[in-house]
């Protein structure tokens, strides 16, 4: 029975959930991405960037955040980690793509698994595995519109009933079983959307775009 894996980052490394054709579903979690990778799936989709530029914006990034805002960040470049600290990054970025074309501390402090994505990521892999944008999926699952922020008790509440509509029904269980891991609530909610868009998604923002390593920049939901 096929497998649809969803996977994000968290402090201490990576969570991973699957769902199967049957209802099946639970989670994992390793410090790095091989194990969970190799865990068998029809269909893998991660929250973290796959594809990138060596400068300026991607275009799916821009649109999704046409759509839903800044939970996009901006500003995943290949060269991002190779900066000592992120007031040296912006400032070569502003300096050499203007001011206000650099990046968050959002983005800044993802940047080692940005890395690490890119390091495992082909244009062959990416016939299965695919990046998602969990705030995309929860926009796209409740009808096009925008929830209560995730760290509220009413976003968490609204994420997790359109997880459990899905299949996913022993997620506010799991939630209980994550401390002492580092895993945060959100976490282990947004690998469960991107479960759910690796066995559903049939839409995305961008594809017209590859990288210099052929990489198509898209963006599933």
Known sequence: ????????????GWVAAWIDE??????DYSPGLTR?????????????PIGLNPAGYRL????????????VFLGARRDLWT?????????YY?????KGRGVSAQLWNIRDKIREVDDVMTPARQATIGEAHPELI?????????????TSMQGREQRVALLRARGFTEV??????????GIGRDDLIDACACAVAARDSIQRVGGEELDPRGLRMEINY
């Open 1 to 12: 029975m096929p497998n649809y894996l969803g996977l994000d980052g968290f402090r201490l």
């Open 22 to 27: 049957r209802g099946d579903h639970g989670f």
């Open 36 to 48: 969970l990778l190799a865990m068998p799936h029809a269909r893998a989709m991660i929250d973290m």
């Open 60 to 71: 799916c990034d821009l649109r999704a955040r046409e759509l839903i805002g800044p939970a």
């Open 83 to 91: 900066f000592p600290d992120m007031a040296e990054a912006n400032c």
């Open 94 to 98: 502003w300096t050499h793509e203007g």
């Open 138 to 150: 929860f926009w796209n699952l409740a009808g096009r519109i925008r929830l209560a922020k995730k």
């Open 172 to 181: 506010e269980r799991w939630l209980t079983l994550r401390h002492g891991t």
